[in-house]
């Protein structure tokens, strides 16, 4: 029973290019959420996605980063012209339901490094 | 979501139980207490969670005092490979998967 796979492990950007991070959810899982964990803090949510839905981005920066999660495939955060503040491991999170009963099961992340 | 205080760091031997508190007294009745912990450089994982009844799962105890406003999470026989960081989160039922992640308490398992 494959858990959140998320890929690529290790992304390195140069600034001004485009990230994209994928992630695929457990089995069953319809709901995706992506946190992002800046060197030496702690872990922030940013959006939470349903299928080909946006349910909550508040955490979202308002510019540059997208997110979706498409009838078919992975989820994706798009992180356009990157900046160096913008490394950080982004990690994605799916549950089963959205009730505070359902727990969210993280991936490994993607470690995202901009030169 | 209510808050929760947790201590910096703890070590504990391995083999031993290791019993890690967590304050959250500002909890109200529709929010669960959720156990994570992150090793270094991997994804949060999931641990146990519970509303107000003790549970118990193959990795972890999870015992909530009757008031609500703190629990302990019991490792009952504490391995190198449980060193992590974990964390105490209070979820409520409108933060969606809103999770509030603190700063956690640091446990280093000891030969």
């Known amino acids: 029973n494959a858990g959140v796979m998320q890929n690529p492990r290790h992304l390195v950007r140069r600034r001004g290019q485009e990230a994209r991070l994928r992630c695929s959810p457990m089995?069953?899982?319809?709901?995706v959420y992506w946190y992002r964990q800046l060197p030496e803090e702690g872990l922030k949510f940013m959006v939470y996605?349903?299928?080909?839905?946006?349910?909550?981005e508040s955490g979202m920066p308002k510019e540059r980063f997208s997110a979706e999660f498409p009838k078919e495939g992975p989820s994706i955060l798009r992180i356009q012209q990157v900046v160096r503040g913008d490394s950080a491991a982004y990690f994605c999170?799916?549950?089963f339901g959205q009730g505070t009963n359902s727990p969210l099961h993280f991936g490994n992340g993607t470690r995202l490094t901009v030169t | 979501d209510a808050k929760t205080t947790q201590p910096t760091s703890m070590d504990c031997a391995e083999g031993r139980a290791a019993n890690l508190p967590c304050n959250h007294s500002t909890i109200s009745g529709n929010e669960y207490v959720y156990w994570y912990r992150q090793i270094h450089s991997q994804g949060p994982q999931y641990i146990i969670h519970?509303?107000?009844n003790n549970e118990t799962n193959e990795m972890a105890s999870l015992i909530i005092t009757e008031d609500r406003k703190s629990s302990t999470l019991i490792l009952p026989h504490a391995t190198l490979r449980d060193t992590a960081v974990y964390y105490c989160?209070?979820?409520?039922?409108?933060?969606?998967?809103?999770?509030?992640f603190g700063a956690g308490t640091q446990v280093v398992v000891t030969p």
């Open positions: 989160i209070v979820r409520s039922t409108d933060s969606w998967g809103k999770l509030q």
């Open positions: 089995k069953g899982h319809s709901h």
């Open positions: 999170a799916s549950s």
């Open positions: 519970g509303l107000k």
């Open positions: 996605l349903q299928k080909e839905n946006i349910i909550d």
